[in-house]
Nanobody, 119 residues
Framework: QVQLVESGGGLVQAGGSLRLSCAASGSTHAINLMSWYRQPPGKQREPVATITNSGGIVYADSVKGRFTISRDIAENTLYLQIHNLQPEDTAVYYC?????????????WGQGTQVTVSS
């Protein structure tokens, strides 16, 4: 199993920056992909950015140019650097790991960290 703990959220003014972190523990060697998702108030959870073990990265169109995903495999930590925050970025941000086991693929989720952007 993989446990994920996010941190770094908070209240920030529009135009500001934040760096979110996600610390992974447990069977981290079995992780083959990690992502950030977010869930705005009253809306469904949506993917924000994904990074594979080989370094491949995909961003949602809405965050391209402002969000940067990175991963320190040695430290088992995933990051999301966010610049020029906008009120529409207000959401709970979740860390996700796709885990490969002998029984197949599994998803692990963190508890989420709240990001609130004031205008």
């Amino acid at each position: 199993q993989v446990q994920l703990v996010e941190s770094g959220g908070g209240l920030v003014q529009a135009g500001g920056s934040l760096r979110l972190s996600c610390a992974a523990s447990g069977s981290t060697h079995a992780i083959n992909l990690m992502s950030w998702y977010r869930q705005p108030p009253g809306k469904q959870r949506e993917p924000v950015a994904t990074i594979t073990n080989s370094g491949g990265i995909v961003y949602a169109d809405s965050v391209k140019g402002r969000f940067t995903i990175s991963r320190d495999i040695a430290e088992n930590t995933l990051y999301l650097q966010i610049h020029n925050l906008q009120p529409e970025d207000t959401a709970v941000y979740y860390c996700h790991a796709r885990v490969q086991s002998t029984r197949g693929l599994f998803s692990s989720w963190g508890q989420g960290t709240q990001v609130t952007v004031s205008s």
